[in-house]
């Protein structure tokens, strides 16, 4: 159930407010007048629910690719491109 709050509790309980959404590592809605202003949440979570959204907009670039062209990679291929890719990253960095 999503925590629901008014936001003079941002000014008032800020220390309950933020032990919450760092305990719970979920946001903490803000009404303002009875209505949704803002959420307030961690910077883990933040930062977790960005590399979701990064992770769900490139699985749908792969998708919308896939529809169409008619090329496919067999698993031996995507994995050796990857090994590649990756050799040459760590040899960029030493």
Known sequence: MPNIRPVSDLRNH????SRTVHE????????NNGYGDMVVMSMEAYERHQ???EVYVKL???ELEAKTSGKRFT????FSD???KLQEKAAEDV
């Open 14 to 17: 800020f220390a309950d407010i």
């Open 24 to 31: 719970s590592s979920e946001p903490v809605f803000l009404t």
């Open 51 to 53: 590399f979701n959204s």
């Open 60 to 62: 749908k670039e792969a």
């Open 75 to 78: 698993h031996r291929e995507v």
């Open 82 to 84: 990857l090994r590649r």
